[in-house]
Nanobody
Framework: QVQLVESGGRLVQAGGSLRLSCAASGRNSIRYAMGWFRQAPGKEREFVAAISWSGSMTYYADSVKGRFTISRDNAKNTVYLQMNSLKPEDTAVYYC??????????????WGQGTQVTVSS
């Protein structure tokens, strides 16, 4: 079992930056790939970014490439999502996910409760 707790979401103006954190706990959580997803009101949950357990592989949705950066600190069992040049369309609940396999679909084994990011225009 892996427990995930997100933090860092808040209201920010368009063009601003924000860093989300996801703390993982549980047996062997360090060996899991980690991902970020988001869900806006009335829309399906969508993939944002993912990172392998070693950090050597990363994937991004086209909509966030060049603006968002995923990273991890395995010593702290924490994954980060640095979000720059935020746009109102980035407004969503952001979810952290963990799985033994890195992927871009939503079939991840473990999920956090989510953190709200609101970008004002």
């Amino acid at each position: 079992q892996v427990q995930l707790v997100e933090s860092g979401g808040r209201l920010v103006q368009a063009g601003g930056s924000l860093r989300l954190s996801c703390a993982a706990s549980g047996r062997n959580s360090i060996r899991y790939a980690m991902g970020w997803f988001r869900q806006a009101p009335g829309k399906e949950r969508e993939f944002v970014a993912a990172i392998s357990w070693s950090g050597s592989m990363t994937y991004y949705a086209d909509s966030v490439k060049g603006r968002f950066t995923i990273s991890r600190d395995n010593a702290k069992n924490t994954v980060y999502l640095q979000m720059n040049s935020l746009k109102p369309e980035d407004t969503a609940v952001y979810y952290c996910a963990a799985d033994r396999t890195i992927k871009t679909d939503y079939t991840w084994a473990y999920w956090g409760q989510g953190t709200q990011v609101t970008v004002s225009s």
